[in-house]
């Protein structure tokens, strides 16, 4: 069974840009959260797609977005990028209902100059 | 809101030492309590969790809801037991929102 994917792994953007990432979780995983892990902050939950509808939101400001399509493939996308977004995003999967094991990707780097 | 706190940074034992990750958690509902390691260039994966109440790698976590801990333990350390050890936790009936301990890093020494 594949993993959970990220794409790009890696991805260096000049702020104010904008930036899309992917993730395609384990295959019938209907649950996918994105989080930010940064040295500074460690982990911090981003939202939480569940059959194409959002159904958790952490303290991120609005520039931070994300949805999920039909088949729970998920993109989050970060507009007007600032210095600050650099990090190591992570998608996770879990099955459907709560709470299950997350299953992480092996993240995206984002570095913003 | 919650909060998980994990007091050490590092902690270095020597091989077949005991060892014990501290996890602290403030919550007022009922949570659900996970511990995630990440092992040197691999993912971020589930080790155990509370409601399991099972033993995997040698490694135990109880949760004591009276002093609002799930500490990690194991009695005699391995070399491959170095690697970064997260506390989360999640809501019950609350989907998938992890809230993470800052982590500790597991060295064990020969």
């Known amino acids: 069974k594949a993993g959970v994917t990220q794409t790009p792994r890696y991805l260096i953007k000049t702020r104010g840009q904008q930036v899309t990432l992917s993730c395609s979780p384990i295959?019938?995983?209907?649950?996918v959260s994105w989080y930010q892990q940064t040295p500074g902050q460690g982990l911090q939950f981003l939202f939480e797609y569940f059959s194409e509808t959002q159904r958790n939101k952490g303290n991120f400001p609005g520039r931070f977005s994300g949805r999920q399509f039909s088949n729970s493939r998920s993109e989050m996308n970060v507009s007007t990028l600032e210095l600050g977004d650099s990090a190591l995003y992570l998608c996770?999967?879990?099955?459907?209902?709560?709470?299950?094991?997350?299953?992480f990707g092996q993240g995206t780097r984002l570095t913003v100059v | 809101a919650q909060r998980v706190t994990q007091p050490e940074k590092l902690l270095s034992v020597f091989k077949g030492a005991p060892v014990e990750l501290k996890c602290n958690y403030s919550?007022?509902?009922?949570?659900?309590l996970f511990w995630y390691v990440q092992y040197s260039r691999q993912r971020l994966q589930l080790l155990l969790r509370?409601?399991s109440r099972e033993s995997i790698k040698g490694f135990t976590a109880d949760l004591n809801k009276g002093e609002t801990s799930f500490h990690l333990k194991k009695p005699f350390a391995q070399e491959e037991d170095s690697a970064m050890y997260y506390c989360a936790l999640t809501l019950t009936g609350g989907g998938n929102k992890l809230t993470f301990g800052t982590g500790t890093q597991l060295k064990v020494e020969l």
């Open positions: 295959s019938g995983h209907r649950s």
């Open positions: 996770a999967s879990s099955l459907a209902g709560s709470p299950t094991e997350a299953f």
């Open positions: 919550y007022s509902g009922s949570p659900e």
């Open positions: 509370h409601i």
